[in-house]
C-alpha cells in the first residue's frame, strides 16, 4: 500500500464552503482539439465544489483509503521543519497545484527515498526538479489542458482590464467617486492593436483565438510554428524570437512553460526593445520575467500596465515589489483554479491514480518524466540541463 501526501492551499478564511453560487457546472468532455476529459473509473466528489483547498483533498480520500492507501493533506510546505518535508521522507506519491507548489528539489527529491511518482493537479510541473526526476526515476505527470482554457480567459480578462484601465476605475467606485477624467485618462480601446504570444500552445493559441474576435492584429512566437492553414485562419505573424516579435505588439501574453531557454526572458534588454506604452502579461510563470526589471519598467512608463497571477516563491512575501508596483493589475495564482478547472483536474489526478496503481500506462499527454527521461508532453514542452 502506498502513501500519498497531497498539498494544497487553505480553505476560505470564512471556512470550507457549505453552499456555492452555482448549482451546476457546463458538461465538457472534449477540449479544443479533440482530447477527451479525464476520465477516471469514477468520482467521490461534486463537480462545482470547492477541491482544491485542504478540506476538498481533491475528492480522493475515499477512492484512496478504500484501496488500503493512506493520504496525508496539509498545505504547510515551506520553511525548516514544514509537514511537506516531515511526511516526504516516507511518501510514495506527491501531489500539489501550480498555484501552491510544493517544490520537489533536488535535495528533497534525494531524502524522499520512496517516491515514484509526482502528480501535478493542474498543468505546468516546473516546481518539480526535472533533472533530478530523470535521475532518480521518478515519473512525473500533470493532468494536461484541464485548466488552459481557464487560464486564456484569465488572460483576456487582465488583457481587458489593463488596457480598459478597468481595475483603478472599479476603485473610484467603491471610494465612494465619480471621477470619470481620472478613470479614462489612462483607457484606450484593445481594436486595431498588434496583440502577440511568447509560446502558442493550448493556452497560447486558445488566448488567440478568443482575441481575434476583437479586430486585433494577432503575432506570436514559439519553437513549434503552427500550420499555415492555421496561420491563415486567424491572421497570425510568425516571429523566429520573442525579441523579434516584441517591437510591434502592443500588448505581450506570455504563455510559454518556465525552462533553461525562458528563464529570465524579460530582462532590462526584452523590456527595452518593447513599445512604449505596452501592456505585458505573464500568467505562465512568474521566472520568465525578472522581476525587478518589470518594476523599472511600469515605474519608468516604458511598460503601461502589468497584469498576471505567477509570482516566485509561491505564496509571495509580503514584500514582493510586484505587490505596490504602479499600474498592475496582479492576482494570486487563481488562473487555472475555477470551480470548473477543479473538477477536471481533480478527476484527472484520479485517473492518473488509478492508472497508477493498477499497473497501466498513464495517459502519453499526461507525461512529463517517466522511465528515466522526458516524456509525452514534458519532451514536446520541456528540456533538462543534464
Known amino acids: 500500500m502506498a502513501k500519498v501526501l497531497c498539498v494544497l492551499y487553505d480553505d476560505p478564511t470564512d471556512g470550507y464552503p457549505t453552499e456555492y453560487a452555482r448549482d451546476d457546472l457546463?458538461?465538457?468532455?472534449?477540449?479544443?482539439?479533440?482530447?477527451?476529459?479525464?476520465?477516471?473509473?469514477?468520482?467521490?466528489?461534486?463537480p462545482g465544489h470547492l477541491l482544491g483547498s485542504?478540506?476538498?483533498?481533491?475528492?480522493?480520500?475515499?477512492?484512496?483509503?478504500?484501496?488500503?492507501?493512506?493520504?496525508?493533506?496539509?498545505?504547510?510546505?515551506?520553511?525548516?521543519?514544514?509537514?511537506?518535508?516531515?511526511?516526504?521522507?516516507?511518501?510514495?506519491?506527491?501531489?500539489?497545484?501550480?498555484?501552491?507548489?510544493?517544490?520537489l528539489t533536488p535535495e528533497r527529491i534525494a531524502a524522499a527515498k520512496n517516491l515514484k511518482l509526482?502528480?501535478?493537479?493542474?498543468?505546468?510541473?516546473?516546481?518539480?526538479?526535472?533533472?533530478?526526476?530523470?535521475?532518480?526515476?521518478?515519473?512525473?505527470?500533470?493532468?494536461?489542458?484541464?485548466?488552459?482554457?481557464?487560464?486564456?480567459?484569465?488572460?483576456?480578462?487582465?488583457?481587458?482590464?489593463?488596457?480598459?484601465?478597468?481595475l483603478p476605475s472599479h476603485q473610484v467606485v467603491l471610494d465612494g467617486g465619480w471621477n470619470i477624467a481620472d478613470c479614462v485618462a489612462r483607457s484606450y480601446d484593445l481594436e486595431g492593436m498588434h496583440v502577440g504570444t511568447v509560446a502558442a500552445g493550448r493556452i497560447g493559441l486558445a488566448v488567440l483565438r478568443r482575441l481575434a474576435p476583437f479586430g486585433v492584429k494577432l503575432h506570436y512566437t514559439d519553437r513549434h510554428r503552427l500550420p499555415r492553414e492555421l496561420e491563415?485562419?486567424?491572421?497570425?505573424?510568425?516571429?523566429?524570437?520573442?525579441?523579434?516579435?516584441?517591437?510591434?505588439?502592443?500588448?505581450?501574453?506570455?504563455?510559454?512553460?518556465?525552462?533553461?531557454e525562458t528563464e529570465g526572458l524579460f530582462d532590462d534588454g526584452l523590456l527595452a526593445l518593447m513599445k512604449r506604452?505596452?501592456?505585458?502579461?505573464?500568467?505562465?510563470?512568474?521566472?520568465?520575467?525578472?522581476?525587478?526589471?518589470?518594476?523599472?519598467?511600469?515605474?519608468?512608463?516604458?511598460?503601461?500596465?502589468?497584469?498576471?497571477?505567477?509570482?516566485?516563491?509561491q505564496p509571495a512575501p509580503a514584500d514582493h515589489p510586484w505587490r505596490t508596483m504602479p499600474h498592475h493589475g496582479m492576482t494570486p495564482h487563481i488562473s487555472g483554479s475555477s470551480l470548473s478547472a477543479q473538477a477536471r483536474y481533480a478527476a484527472g489526478t484520479r485517473e492518473i491514480l488509478e492508472s497508477?496503481?493498477?499497473g497501466?500506462?498513464?495517459?502519453?499527454?499526461?507525461?512529463?518524466v517517466d522511465g528515466g527521461a522526458l516524456a509525452g508532453t514534458g519532451a514536446h514542452s520541456y528540456s533538462v540541463t543534464k
Open 232 to 260: 491563415d485562419e486567424l491572421g497570425l505573424v510568425f516571429h523566429e524570437s520573442a525579441a523579434a516579435m516584441v517591437p510591434y505588439c502592443d500588448v505581450v501574453t506570455v504563455n510559454a512553460p518556465l525552462h533553461p
Open 360 to 368: 497501466r500506462p498513464i495517459r502519453d499527454e499526461y507525461l512529463i
Open 118 to 166: 509526482a502528480v501535478t493537479a493542474g498543468i505546468g510541473s516546473d516546481h518539480v526538479d526535472l533533472d533530478a526526476a530523470v535521475a532518480h526515476g521518478v515519473t512525473v505527470a500533470e493532468v494536461t489542458f484541464s485548466n488552459s482554457i481557464s487560464v486564456a480567459e484569465h488572460v483576456v480578462m487582465m488583457t481587458l482590464s489593463l488596457v480598459r484601465n478597468y
Open 26 to 46: 457546463p458538461a465538457i468532455d472534449r477540449y479544443p482539439g479533440g482530447q477527451t476529459t479525464p476520465t477516471p473509473e469514477g468520482i467521490d466528489f461534486t
Open 356 to 358: 497508477w496503481f493498477a
Open 54 to 103: 485542504v478540506s476538498g483533498e481533491l475528492g480522493l480520500r475515499a477512492y484512496l483509503e478504500k484501496a488500503g492507501h493512506t493520504l496525508v493533506v496539509t498545505s504547510d510546505k515551506d520553511g525548516d521543519g514544514s509537514a511537506f518535508d516531515r511526511e516526504l521522507v516516507d511518501a510514495d506519491v506527491v501531489i500539489s497545484q501550480p498555484f501552491w507548489p510544493a517544490y
Open 277 to 313: 506604452g505596452a501592456y505585458l502579461i505573464n500568467t505562465a510563470r512568474a521566472r520568465i520575467a525578472d522581476r525587478d526589471a518589470v518594476d523599472r519598467a511600469l515605474r519608468s512608463g516604458r511598460l503601461a500596465g502589468y497584469a498576471g497571477d505567477v509570482w516566485y516563491p
